[in-house]
């Protein structure tokens, strides 16, 4: 899931409702890239 908030029971939702990972929106480009490089290493 892809979301921009950090809230713990959106987040403990999201899990329950099956998904695989949580990540929220980073606010800024070195942020998205950072977040990017992560996403990429992890599931490619």
Same mark, same amino acid.
């Given at each position: +899931?892809?979301?921009?908030?950090?809230?713990?029971?959106? *987040?403990?939702? !999201?899990?329950?409702? =099956? !998904?695989?990972?949580? *990540? /929220?929106?980073?606010?800024?480009?070195? =942020?998205?890239?950072? +977040?990017? =490089? !992560? /996403?990429?290493?992890?599931?490619?």
């Amino acid at each position: +899931m892809y979301s921009t908030s950090e809230s713990p029971s959106l *987040i403990e939702q !999201a899990y329950q409702a =099956g !998904a695989s990972t949580f *990540i /929220v929106k980073p606010n800024s480009f070195e =942020g998205l890239l950072e +977040m990017w =490089g !992560a /996403v990429t290493s992890k599931y490619l």
